[in-house]
T-cell receptor, first 116, second 114 residues
Framework: NAGVMQNPRHLVRRRGQEARLRCSPMKGHSHVYWYRQLPEEGLKFMVYLQKENIIDESGMPKERFSAEFPKEGPSILRIQQVVRGDSAAYFC??????????????FGPGTRLTVT | AQSVTQLDSHVSVSEGTPVLLRCNYSSSYSPSLFWYVQHPNKGLQLLLKYTSAATLVKGINGFEAEFKKSETSFHLTKPSAHMSDAAEYFCVVSDRFGNEKLTFGTGTRLTIIP
């Protein structure tokens, strides 16, 4: 059973470009979470999604950031018009539906975004 | 609201000696608590979790943690440190009642002295 997959692992963007980060949850997992880790800091929650629904986006910046988890395909975290402060590691996690170890999240290897 | 405080940003121990990484939490509800480990430039691996079963939780690689409600603590311990334990450790809390986002502490960097 493959773990949580994220791609790309490393992404370099110039200021003003768009960044698209992809996350494929573990098989059978219907919940996806995105976290951001700034250098020398812990992870900060950004958004929690289920298929076709955003459940909690309280950690998402109000502008330029969006996330989706379509019925088919991976979850996407999209950052428009990137700025240097967006440089960070972005981690995706997934968990099973309620009643099946729901409170354990499995993390992907992360995407390291560098904005030049 | 929930929060986690990791009391030490850096801990250094000699190989073969005990490890203690301290964590205090705050939660409005009965929390779930976790310890994750992150090796350099790698993702996060779950070491152990507490979800209201036994208060002494055993994890992987010889680590364990004890949930103490009266002290709001969830300290991570290991009897004998190994060189491969050198990493960043995060104490994490989750609100069990519907809000499943994880709240991370700021991390403790563990260094093992040969």
């Amino acid at each position: 059973n493959a773990g949580v997959m994220q791609n790309p692992r490393h992404l370099v963007r110039r200021r003003g470009q768009e960044a698209r980060l992809r996350c494929s949850p573990m098989k059978g997992h219907s919940h996806v979470y995105w976290y951001r880790q700034l250098p020398e800091e812990g992870l900060k929650f950004m958004v929690y999604l289920q298929k076709e629904n955003i459940i909690d986006e309280s950690g998402m910046p109000k502008e330029r950031f969006s996330a989706e988890f379509p019925k088919e395909g991976p979850s996407i975290l999209r950052i428009q018009q990137v700025v240097r402060g967006d440089s960070a590691a972005y981690f995706c996690a997934s968990s099973p539906p309620e009643g099946a170890g729901a409170y354990e999240q499995y993390f992907g290897p992360g995407t390291r975004l560098t904005v030049t | 609201a929930q929060s986690v405080t990791q009391l030490d940003s850096h801990v250094s121990v000699s190989e073969g000696t005990p490890v203690l990484l301290r964590c205090n939490y705050s939660s409005s509800y009965s929390p779930s608590l976790f310890w994750y480990v992150q090796h350099p430039n790698k993702g996060l691996q779950l070491l152990l979790k507490y979800t209201s079963a036994a208060t002494l939780v055993k994890g992987i690689n010889g680590f364990e943690a004890e949930f103490k409600k009266s002290e709001t603590s969830f300290h991570l311990t290991k009897p004998s440190a190994h060189m491969s334990d050198a990493a960043e450790y995060f104490c994490v809390v989750s609100d069990r009642f519907g809000n499943e986002k994880l709240t991370f502490g700021t991390g403790t960097r563990l260094t093992i002295i040969p």
